[in-house]
């Protein structure tokens, strides 16, 4: 699904998506950290919303995921757009 609208960055729309796709590859927070090169209390940071990754961050979860940045970067854009929708 494409998204044709502009959708509004949400911060919790980042932790939800990298919290879900982690645990659906059966990974702990230490691991999956551990692969993008972060610290645990950073990606900990990021999936509760306290912590907005930047474009680098976003790439080595990405990759930590198995992905490429843009498929993570699509997941969140629709995640934001159903929790806008929700309001």
């Given amino acids: 699904m494409e998204l044709s609208i502009i959708v509004d960055l949400?911060?919790?729309?980042?932790?939800?998506?990298?919290?879900?796709?982690?645990?659906?590859?059966?990974?702990?927070?230490e691991v999956l950290s551990g692969f993008a090169g972060l610290a645990r209390s950073h990606l900990a940071m990021i999936?509760?919303?306290d912590k907005i990754p930047n474009f680098e961050t976003i790439w080595r979860i990405a990759n930590a995921l198995e992905m490429q940045a843009h498929?993570?970067?699509l997941l969140i854009e629709k995640e934001s757009y159903q929790i806008a929708n929700k309001k």
């Fill in 10 to 29: 949400n911060k919790d729309a980042i932790g939800i998506v990298i919290r879900q796709l982690r645990l659906k590859r059966g990974l702990s927070q």
């Fill in 71 to 73: 498929e993570l970067v």
């Fill in 47 to 49: 999936e509760i919303g």
